[in-house]
T-cell receptor, first 115, second 108 residues
Framework: GAVVSQHPSRVICKSGTSVKIECRSL??????MFWYRQFPKQSLMLMAT?????????EQGVEKDKFLINHASLTLSTLTVTSAHPEDSSFYIC???????????FGPGTRLTVL | GIQVEQSPPDLILQEGANSTLRCNFS?????LQWFHQNPWGQLINLFY???GTKQNGRLSATTVATERYSLLYISSSQTTDSGVYFC??????????FGTGTRLQVFP
C-alpha cells in the first residue's frame, strides 16, 4: 500500500496561535487527499477533500477560514489551524486516495493540544 | 446522510478466541473498507470489500450488499489485534463515511 507521513506527530500551542500540519505522500502522486478529525473515543469525521492545484472542498460545518488547506503539489497537502482554541484540540489525520481499487491510505496522525 | 453502525461497541477477549464484528449501513454503497486503528492511532487497511468474501491470514470479511451489512471475522486473536476496528463506506464518491467503531481488547 501507499505510504503517507505527517509532521509534526504532536504539537502543543497557546490559544490564538496558528499551527500548520504537513501531509506527505512518500511513494505515490496523490491528486486527492483527505483531512479528518478524531476526538477521543470517537470515529473519524471528514473535514475536507484536498485536490492538487484547486481549492479544497469542505464538509458542512467545517469553517474554511479557520482550517486552511493547501495542496500545491502531488505529494504535499497542508492543514493550517488558524487562531487555535482549546476546542480545536484533537487528533488530525490525513489520507491519500489511491484508485484501482478506490482506497485510502492514512498518515500516522497529528495530536494537537491547545492550551 | 448514510448511517454506519458497528456492533458491538466494545469487545474483550482472551488470546486465542474468535470474534465477529458487524457493520450495518443504511443505504446502498459501492465502496466498503475495513480498517484497524492501533493504540498509537495509525489506521491500517484490512480489506476493500464492497461485496463478497475475502480472507487474509487470520482475518476474513464478508459483505452482503443487498442486505446492507458487512462482517469482519478475527480468528485465534492475539494481543496485537487490540485497537479499534472501523468500517467505512462510500456512495458514488471518493469520500468515505466511517462507522462508529468496535473497540477490541485482547488479553493474554
Amino acid at each position: 500500500g501507499a505510504v503517507v507521513s505527517q509532521h509534526p506527530s504532536r504539537v502543543i500551542c497557546k490559544s490564538g496561535t496558528s499551527v500548520k500540519i504537513e501531509c506527505r505522500s512518500l511513494d505515490f502522486q496523490a491528486t486527492t487527499m483527505f483531512w479528518y478529525r478524531q476526538f477521543p473515543k470517537q470515529s473519524l469525521m471528514l473535514m475536507a477533500t484536498s485536490n492538487e492545484g484547486s481549492k479544497a472542498t469542505y464538509e458542512q460545518g467545517v469553517e474554511k477560514d479557520k482550517f486552511l488547506i493547501n495542496h500545491a503539489s502531488l505529494t504535499l497537502s497542508t492543514l493550517t489551524v488558524t487562531s487555535a482554541h482549546p476546542e480545536d484540540s484533537s487528533f488530525y489525520i490525513c489520507s491519500e486516495r489511491v484508485p484501482e481499487p478506490d482506497t485510502q491510505y492514512f498518515g500516522p496522525g497529528t495530536r494537537l493540544t491547545v492550551l | 446522510g448514510i448511517q454506519v453502525e458497528q456492533s458491538p461497541p466494545d469487545l474483550i477477549l482472551q488470546e486465542g478466541a474468535n470474534s465477529t464484528l458487524r457493520c450495518n449501513f443504511s443505504d446502498s454503497v459501492n465502496n466498503l473498507q475495513w480498517f484497524h486503528q492501533n493504540p498509537w492511532g495509525q489506521l491500517i487497511n484490512l480489506f476493500y470489500i464492497p461485496s463478497g468474501t475475502k480472507q487474509n491470514g487470520r482475518l476474513s470479511a464478508t459483505t452482503v450488499a443487498t442486505e446492507r451489512y458487512s462482517l469482519l471475522y478475527i480468528s485465534s486473536s492475539q494481543t496485537t489485534d487490540s485497537g479499534v476496528y472501523f468500517c467505512a463506506v462510500g456512495i458514488n464518491t471518493d469520500k468515505l463515511i466511517f462507522g462508529t467503531g468496535t473497540r477490541l481488547q485482547v488479553f493474554p
